[in-house]
């Protein structure tokens, strides 16, 4: 079964508008990791956060984390049409597998 | 750094034969390896996990005498799809861990896939 569920699915926005999408899992976690994926393409790691993290900054990116509600969130600002992408949150890694969410097709229109 | 490629990148093969789909850690040693398959619009799932020098861990439902794995040293592991039928072509990705990064580090490194089809 998936560790973690993305909503929405599917996202468009305008480029320079902000983008969120949400990742809720089900059983305790160590880290949750945020990845992307081109099209026909193999995944990119964007962001990992702790367990004892509440929130984490790269560049555009910020992820927050609310283990009391099992929930995670990425949020892009200023978005580009090179965001385009579908993106993944995961629990595990490292030598653990990784359990991936459903993914999120975001779409950004120039 | 950290660059993971696979082999090939697309296959198209005909139903009944085996195609062989490789994984490298391309400057960094990988004890661990991981094989994933994506089916077109959905998520990653697990296959298995590859151990350098030992047998592969495989998840409940994936038949291992079908996709046989073979991580023969600390750079590569192979994943074989045996009698291939249609229902097998999908999108396989496989992942490693480098390992010299040591300590609690949580990141695999991901090739970019393979796309296989079978006719």
């Known amino acids: 079964s998936q560790q973690g569920e993305e909503d929405p699915q599917a996202l468009s926005i305008q480029e320079g508008e902000n983008a969120t999408m949400n990742c809720s899992y089900k059983t305790s976690i160590n880290n949750l990791q945020w990845y992307r994926q081109n099209s026909g393409r193999g995944l990119v790691h964007l962001i990992l956060?702790?367990?004892?993290?509440r929130e984490k900054h790269s560049g555009r990116l910020r992820v927050t984390l609310d283990t009391s509600k099992k929930s995670s969130s990425l949020l892009i600002t200023a978005s580009r049409a090179a965001d385009t992408a579908s993106y993944f949150c995961?629990?595990?890694?490292?030598?653990?597998?990784?359990?991936f969410g459903k993914g999120m097709k975001l779409t950004v229109n120039p | 750094g950290a660059v993971v490629s696979q082999h090939p990148s697309w296959v198209i093969c005909k139903s009944g034969t085996s195609v062989k789909i490789e994984c490298r850690s391309l400057d960094f040693q990988a004890t661990t390896m991981f094989w994933y398959r994506q089916f077109p619009k959905q998520s990653l799932m697990l296959m298995a996990t590859s151990n350098e020098g030992s047998k592969a861990t495989y998840e409940q439902g994936v038949e291992k005498d079908k996709f046989l794995i073979n991580h023969a040293s600390l750079t590569l592991s192979t994943l074989t799809v045996t009698s291939a039928h249609p229902e097998d072509s999908s999108f396989y990705i496989c992942s490693a861990r480098d390992l010299l990064a040591g300590g609690p580090t949580y990141e695999q490194y991901f090739g970019p896939g393979t796309r296989l089809t079978v006719t």
């Open positions: 956060i702790r367990s004892n993290e």
């Open positions: 995961a629990t595990g890694g490292g030598s653990e597998k990784l359990v």
